[in-house]
């Protein structure tokens, strides 16, 4: 199992660079400029480059920066306005993103599970019906509409949350932006657990089991829910990096100061942050890998055929 | 009046589909002696599993059982399956009294339960066993349907062993909670054929050890003749012959059993073609007025297009539902090839 994980977390690794040797590139050769072009003479543009390094050939630069990272550092912005450095930054925003996305990603996946089982016990019934309807609201949707419903009915009409999260009073201001960001996802929770749930009961193991008189909770415990759970998994780690990055919208209706809405910053200020996106890409980047890697553990915690062949290989 | 332990009475189910409804199973009578086989032959979509899915409560949700009666003797009472609510069927008759085998042991454990875990839940459930003397019967169990190291396979997970040895676990599991019927769906159809030879033997061997009754369902012939003590050939939601094992096979009188036997591969034969019985099965959305396997018959009368024929008593133990045995019908033969055949197993089976 260690020499398992050990070669996975080597994989990743390797993954990590290609995706920042990629980025970088693709970067640097993409349209655009760090600086406002229309606002600043050539010789003052060409200066700054020299300054920021931007002139030596690119895989020098990417030879620099790759040394930079090694220090522990994302650098400083490369935009004209914002040469402040970018690890500071980039923490603040990552703590009030995770704080929402956390909370985010336990009510989705609570509530989803909820509903999903909820719905496959009562098949064909009104329960399955309403959650249906519940799914197909949560995905057909789209979330701004509904976090901008949460603001007006919630903060204006009944003014018990405030408009616009605040750390400082985290408890009450997260409860929109959480519960708006956590819709989708529970919709996907719910709709594929009721269909895993579904399909396992259908199959011949569960009917052997019943016929060795298991029924109710006794028979879903033992033989429905883990086998049901296992491709649900699937679909809860890429949601839940979405839910930790992918809050753009979100976080610009509701203010928070997070890694969404530094990224659409950095790529819609004046002119491109080279270094910001960089930095955050590769966060984002980090996180699904870790995902991805925490899935496949996770994997071989409820399967056994994984565990096991794990252990052989 | 012989002692039968298991019932079925005018059995009559339908499916509800989205095409419309479907009559699976229309007016069956079986009888399960107490410690002897009953075979249950048919095509695919003849009703045979439905029949036993209706016995043991797994019938799908979409299904509506019209009328009929599954009688189960125990202890000098009986019991109508029919009229126990899901929940009683699985606390008192399930496992306990009735169990079943699959038909694909690939299929039929659970991936992420240990076998060890998968046998024993029977116990617990219904026997109230302490966790040691649970862990022994298993093993006892595990070595009784022939599996080696037997302690150490209980910890196996399903995936880790071959398809043999599951549907031997899958019988371990059945008979953990004593029952007093196997009903065996097609146990050896998605098994090698040597494997299959040796789980009838052990089928066997377990129904003499603990007097079970066991109820074959199959369209394998073969099968039917090493195992079975009567055979009910079941056509189009009916049974449409029954008899003792030797009724049907060197006795047959429906002409649909005249079919399957035909149809059975003959390694003394100087046919060049294997024989099959033209046609398929009706489709029972839109019921046929009369005999459902009239149109596929080669002797079928006017009248099978009109009434649906009662059954027949040939002897006390054989009757076949088919208009040729009126005595008004005209004499008919079955084929003679198919006459020749059963004459040389006749002689085989003297010799022997």
């Given at each position: 199992m260690t020499k398992y994980l050990a070669k996975r977390l080597l994989l990743s690794l390797l993954t990590l660079f290609i995706i920042t040797f990629t980025l970088f590139v693709l970067i640097r050769i993409m349209p655009g400029d760090p600086f406002p072009v229309e606002r600043m003479s050539a010789e003052m543009i060409a200066l700054k480059r020299l300054e920021l390094g931007l002139d030596k050939p690119i895989l020098v630069q990417f030879a620099d920066y790759m040394g930079m990272l090694a220090s522990g550092d994302f650098g400083n912005g490369t935009s004209l306005y914002n040469g402040a450095p970018i690890t500071p930054i980039l923490l603040t925003c990552l703590e009030n993103s995770f704080k929402i996305g956390v909370l985010a990603i336990f009510c989705g996946t609570t509530v989803g599970l909820f509903l999903g089982i909820v719905a496959a016990l009562n098949r064909g019934k009104f329960l399955d019906g309403l959650c249906t309807v519940?799914?197909?609201?949560?995905?057909?949707?789209?979330?701004?509409?509904?976090?901008?419903?949460?603001?007006?009915f919630?903060?204006?009409?009944?003014?018990?949350?405030?408009?616009?999260?605040?750390?400082?009073?985290?408890?009450?201001?997260?409860?929109?932006?959480?519960?708006?960001?956590?819709?989708?996802?529970?919709?996907?929770?719910?709709?594929?657990?009721r269909n895993e749930m579904i399909e396992v009961m259908a199959s011949d193991y569960v009917?052997?089991?019943?016929?060795?008189?298991?029924?109710?909770?006794?028979?879903?415990?033992?033989?429905?829910?883990?086998?049901?759970?296992i491709p649900v998994v699937t679909v809860i780690a890429p949601l839940v990096v979405d839910l930790l990055t992918g809050a753009m919208v979100m976080e610009k209706i509701y203010g928070v100061n997070g890694v969404g809405k530094l990224m659409v910053d950095a790529i819609a200020g004046d002119g491109i942050d080279y270094n910001y996106v960089l930095a955050l890409s590769m966060v984002f980047s980090a996180l699904y890998i870790g995902a991805m890697l925490a899935l496949d553990i996770l994997y071989g915690i409820i399967d056994p055929r994984i565990r096991l062949s794990a252990k052989e290989g | 009046m012989t002692d039968n332990i298991l019932s079925v009475r005018g059995l009559d189910i339908t499916f509800r589909t989205n095409a419309g409804d479907i009559h699976a199973i229309r007016g069956?009578?079986?009888?399960?002696?107490?410690?002897?086989?009953?075979?249950?032959?048919?095509?695919?979509?003849?009703?045979?599993?439905?029949?036993?899915?209706?016995?043991?409560?797994?019938?799908d949700d979409n299904s509506r059982v019209n009328g009929g009666q599954i009688i189960y003797r125990v202890d000098g009472k009986e019991i109508d399956l029919l009229t126990l609510s899901q929940r009683e069927l699985r606390r008192r008759i399930n496992g306990k009294h009735i169990s079943m085998v699959f038909q694909d042991p690939m299929t039929s454990l659970d991936p992420t339960m240990t076998i060890g875990a998968q046998i024993m839940e029977g116990m617990f459930l219904h026997q109230n066993l302490s966790k040691k003397t649970a862990l022994q019967k298993a093993t006892e169990l595990l070595?009784?349907?022939?599996?080696?190291?037997?302690?150490?396979?209980?910890?196996?997970?399903?995936?880790?062993?071959?398809?043999?040895?599951?549907?031997?676990?899958?019988?371990?599991?059945?008979?953990?909670?004593?029952?007093?019927?196997?009903?065996?769906?097609?146990?050896?159809?998605?098994?090698?054929?040597?494997?299959?030879?040796?789980?009838?033997?052990?089928?066997?061997?377990?129904?003499?050890?603990?007097?079970?009754s066991v109820v074959y369902i199959t369209h394998d012939l073969g099968v039917v003749a090493k195992v079975a003590d009567f055979v009910s050939i079941m056509y189009a939601g009916k049974i449409v012959e029954r008899g003792t094992v030797e009724d049907i096979f060197y006795d047959p009188r429906h002409p649909y059993t005249w079919g399957l036997l035909s149809a059975m591969p003959d390694l003394n034969t100087t046919e060049?073609?294997?024989?099959?019985?033209?046609?398929?099965?009706?489709?029972?959305?839109?019921?046929?007025?009369?005999?459902?396997f009239a149109a596929r018959n080669e002797f079928a009368l006017a009248i099978d297009e009109k009434a649906a024929p009662p059954f027949?008593?040939?002897?006390?133990?054989?009757?076949?539902?088919?208009?040729?045995?009126?005595?008004?019908?005209?004499?008919?033969?079955?084929?003679?090839?198919?006459?020749?055949?059963?004459?040389?197993?006749?002689?085989?089976?003297?010799?022997?």
């Open positions: 519940f799914s197909i609201f949560g995905v057909c949707v789209p979330s701004y509409v509904f976090m901008i419903f949460l603001q007006y919630f903060a204006y009409q009944i003014p018990f949350f405030p408009y616009f999260f605040d750390p400082g009073d985290f408890l009450l201001s997260a409860v929109m932006p959480s519960l708006s960001l956590s819709l989708l996802s529970m919709s996907t929770v719910s709709r594929f657990t009917k052997l089991a019943e016929s060795k008189g298991l029924y109710g909770f006794r028979l879903i415990r033992a033989h429905v829910l883990r086998n049901a759970l | 069956v009578d079986i009888d399960l002696p107490r410690g002897k086989t009953v075979a249950i032959v048919g095509e695919s979509g003849s009703g045979k599993s439905v029949t036993m899915k209706a016995v043991t409560g797994l019938l070595q009784l349907v022939g599996i080696n190291e037997a302690e150490k396979r209980l910890k196996n997970y399903p995936h880790q062993l071959s398809g043999g040895m599951r549907q031997r676990v899958v019988i371990a599991m059945a008979l953990a909670t004593e029952p007093q019927v196997l009903i065996c769906d097609e146990p050896t159809t998605a098994l090698d054929v040597t494997i299959q030879a040796r789980i009838l033997d052990l089928i066997q061997i377990v129904q003499e050890k603990m007097g079970l060049a073609r294997l024989y099959s019985i033209p046609g398929s099965p009706p489709n029972l959305l839109h019921e046929p007025p009369g005999d459902a027949f008593q040939i002897s006390a133990t054989h009757a076949a539902a088919t208009w040729l045995l009126h005595p008004d019908a005209p004499k008919v033969e079955m084929p003679s090839a198919l006459r020749a055949r059963i004459e040389r197993l006749k002689e085989e089976s003297g010799h022997e």
